[in-house]
């Protein structure tokens, strides 16, 4: 039964004396998490599946293309960097979903340590630099250091998918900021801001589902995988921190991730 936008599952049974019914037993479970634990995982695989065909249909064109002679010898070559190209995706994809099967199986067995959060950012940002400087835009680290007990590799890549993507959805001219320090409250924090293309209000509850696009067009331009924000998601989720998103369209967006302050 649905009620009240949750899933409830009931069972009914006599209780009976003596041979004779004289009471019953109405059992109700909210069942709501179980559904919709199924339903994504559902979606998921019809995701995958479709997601892992695409790019192997066009390498398999491709393929079949130079295969049988058709193309012309000054075609060979693109043809073999559009091939590549396709493979690098599905490697990219492959990748992403079996860090996320990590992450959602627990994180790797790596125990947690002091991790200093702005030599970590400003590593992100020497990576991205190259690509920053081929879309004309401008990468920064900004604010103080500070340091979490977290997992590096799953630090370091949750940084980078949010600032990849800042980069991939941002605007001519525009900039990135990954910001680190501490709020008020003596919390932890990395934020990552830009002045990018923003994201309309209907799509800010779901861009940390898996697959989930704004934009399809811009991310399959881009070579996205659509899993970059969901393994953000439970990244933030293995290290206790809460992860809020603030945008506005064509103004930009600004993400932050604030840990636990004194978490062992």
């Known amino acids: 039964m649905e009620k009240n936008g949750r899933i409830w ?16 037993v109405l059992l109700i479970v909210d069942i709501t998490e179980r559904e919709q634990a199924e339903q ?15 790019p192997l249909t066009s390498i398999m ?20 960097g559009k091939i590549r190209t396709e493979a690098q995706r599905l490697l990219s994809l492959i990748e992403d979903i079996i860090r996320l099967s990590q992450l959602d199986a627990g994180g790797e067995e790596i125990p947690f340590e002091p991790i200093e959060l702005q030599p970590l950012c400003c590593t992100v940002r020497s990576r991205l630099q190259s690509k920053a400087d081929r879309l004309g835009l401008k990468i ?17 890549q949750m940084v980078f998918n949010l600032a990849d993507n800042a980069l991939a959805y941002n605007r001519p001219n525009g900039s990135v ?6 709020d008020s409250d003596g919390a932890p924090f990395v934020r990552v801001s830009d002045t990018g293309i923003g994201i309309a209000p209907a799509d800010q509850k779901r861009v940390f589902e898996r697959f989930y696009r704004v934009d399809k067009s811009h991310s399959k331009m881009t070579g ?10 439970h990244g933030a989720a293995l290290h206790g921190a ?6 506005t369209l064509n103004v930009g967006t ?3 991730l604030t840990f636990p302050k004194n978490r062992k």
Do not use: M
């Not at 064109?61 to 073999?80: H, L, Q, R, S």
């Not at 900021?177 to 501490?182: A, F, N, V, Y």
């Not at 809460?242 to 945008?247: G, I």
């Open 9 to 24: 599952s009931l069972a009914a049974s006599s209780v009976a004396e003596d041979g004779a019914g004289h009471a019953a």
């Open 61 to 80: 064109g491709y393929a079949e293309i130079i295969e049988a002679g058709i193309a012309k010898p000054t075609d060979v070559v693109p043809f073999a």
């Open 140 to 156: 920064e680290c900004a604010g103080e250091n500070a340091t979490v007990s977290g997992q590096r590799r799953t630090l370091e």
């Open 242 to 247: 809460a992860l809020t998103l603030d945008s």
């Open 177 to 182: 900021t990954i910001e680190t320090g501490t």
């Open 224 to 233: 996205g995988t659509g899993l970059g924000l969901s393994i953000v998601k």
């Open 254 to 256: 600004r993400i932050t």
């Open 40 to 54: 994504q995982r559902q979606e998921f695989t019809a995701n995958v599946s479709h997601e892992l065909k695409t």
